[in-house]
């Protein structure tokens, strides 16, 4: 579902203890998005490349799974992972920057009252090639 959006990521053992050690660091934070009633997971949110001091900030990084979408459960889940950021974590801002083609995720930062604040062209290195994004952002006093 996300191939077209995301690098291929390598699925062993060690890449995954690799991408769990980023979140001992300070400037990583990781959640899984699961499902009350029965624990599922349904997806994962991280806040990334936070930053302290003058600034308070931290870009955000998700993914959904095609089984689950549709069941509102990305949007109560960033909500909650919002909550924290602007609360626990005393962010003052979250940034999401996502592909122009990506509907369903900005469609997604709509629903949670993020802003459009400007495009970078050729922001991220994906699948062979520089993508462009659009960046997306919220404050504390918005949210």
């Not at 990781?30 to 949110?45: D, E, P, S």
């Not at 924290?84 to 083609?101: C, D, M, S, Y």
Request: aromatic content about 12%; glycine content about 12%.
């Amino acid at each position: 579902m996300l191939r077209r959006w995301l690098s291929a990521r390598d699925s062993s053992f060690e890449a995954f203890e690799t991408y769990l050690g980023r979140f001992e660091q300070s400037t990583h934070e990781g959640f899984v998005i699961c499902l009350q009633g029965t624990g599922a997971i349904v997806g994962g949110v991280n806040i990334n490349n936070i930053v302290r001091g003058t600034i308070q900030s931290g870009t955000l990084g998700y993914t959904a799974y095609a089984s689950t979408t549709g069941h509102g459960y990305m949007t109560e889940g960033l909500g909650l992972v919002m909550q924290f950021a602007f609360g626990t974590l005393e962010l003052h801002r979250l940034e999401a920057n996502i592909q122009p083609e990506n509907t369903p995720s900005l469609n997604l930062v709509k629903r949670l009252r993020f802003v459009r604040e400007g495009y970078s062209a050729d922001f991220q290195f994906i699948n062979g090639a520089w993508r462009d994004h659009e960046r997306w952002a919220i404050t504390a006093e918005m949210a």
